[in-house]
């Protein structure tokens, strides 16, 4: 294979440069690497971009001119398992192929999820700052505290990441539904023993909604005011896929009322949320800041699958977990 020069379009909120030794670590030996913040003056990005045969992306955000210019760019690799923020049109007029990660955040968010659902269940925050405040609840709360055996588990996209949620969640017992545009193979239907069923009956039957969809214009505020009246009040709701799933003064609402019963959240309508958010002042939400699908674990799977794609379109093949 001939030398590639991979340019790291990076966030330093995602990606520090401390990660260059991994990232380089992991290259192909006729690869070099060329490190670029995603704030860097417009000339900076151009430059690299027109050198740039492999772009690898944490998240990145490339501008029609830059893709139009990068006459030797042959693959746009995204290192997360998202793209809802980029204009997939500019990509199919550049002829630029853009993937993924195929899933190489699937376990840590899977896991992430299913903490969230287990401390909102046992309402892990309430007792976890009463003792830290030296107050000692003991068995006062217990009769909102509840287990994730028996319950039903609604899944919303069941692709890499809810189907490894449902794995986890049959181990616990939970018996699994879930909505879809596209049904699941029947083999993994019977593997997890999920139903398919409408996004009204999930509403309606689950104990506990997990949303894995990914955000699209078709399913923004899909959670909303209507589909929260929906839920049990018993219910709770975890979000770890893109925070613009929910409609997040309506969920604000049905938490105050009453009207479910907790949320896990990872993700926001706006982020970082700020420190004036209403929903801080709830003691039925568990929060996390964006943090689902990112863990050290990720990065030698996120590194392979971009390598393996950086080898098969330098010898004319087309990339994995093609998105455009």
Same mark, same amino acid.
């Given at each position: 294979m001939a030398p590639?020069?991979?340019v790291f379009l990076y966030s330093a909120r995602f990606a520090p440069v401390e990660i260059h030794p991994v990232v380089a670590g992991a290259m192909p030996a006729n690869c070099t690497i060329e490190m670029v913040e995603q704030n860097a003056s417009p000339a900076r990005r151009l430059e690299a971009m027109r050198r740039a045969d492999v772009v690898l992306a944490y998240p990145g955000n490339p501008s029609p001119t830059e893709l139009r210019q990068a006459g030797r760019l042959k693959l746009f690799q995204l290192m997360s398992a998202g793209y809802d923020w980029l204009d997939l049109t500019m990509f199919r007029d550049a002829g630029i192929p853009l993937a993924n990660n195929g899933g190489a955040n699937a376990t840590t968010t899977? #896991?992430?999820?299913?903490?969230l659902i287990l401390a909102a269940l046992k309402r892990l925050p309430l007792h976890h700052e009463a003792m830290r405040r030296g107050e000692w609840l003991g068995m006062r709360e217990t009769a909102s505290l509840r287990e994730l055996h028996g319950k039903v588990l609604g899944?919303?996209? =069941?692709?890499?990441? /809810?189907?490894?949620v449902a794995r986890l969640a049959v181990a616990f017992g939970a018996q699994v539904i879930y909505f879809s545009p596209a049904r699941a193979p029947i083999d993994v239907e019977q593997e997890l023993n999920a139903r398919l069923v409408t996004l009204e009956q999930l =509403?309606?039957?689950a104990d506990v909604v997990s949303l894995h969809a990914s955000l699209s214009a078709h399913n923004r505020r899909m959670i909303d005011r209507q589909a929260l009246t929906l839920m049990?009040?018993?219910s709770i709701l975890i979000n770890v896929a893109r925070g613009a799933l929910v409609d997040e003064a309506a969920l604000i609402e049905a938490l105050r009322s009453g009207r479910i019963a907790a949320a896990g959240l990872d993700v926001f309508e706006h982020e970082p949320l700020t420190g004036d958010s209403p929903l801080l002042a709830l003691?039925?939400?568990v929060f996390t800041p964006h943090v689902a699908g990112v863990t050290v674990d990720t990065w030698g799977r996120r590194l392979a699958h971009a390598c393996q794609n950086i #080898?098969?379109?330098?010898? /004319? #093949?087309?990339? =994995?977990s093609r998105v455009v």
């Open positions: 590639v020069h991979v899977a #896991e992430h999820a299913l903490l899944i919303i996209g =069941l692709g890499r990441i /809810g189907r490894h =509403l309606r039957d049990k009040p018993s003691d039925n939400v #080898e098969r379109v330098m010898q /004319g #093949e087309p990339p =994995l």
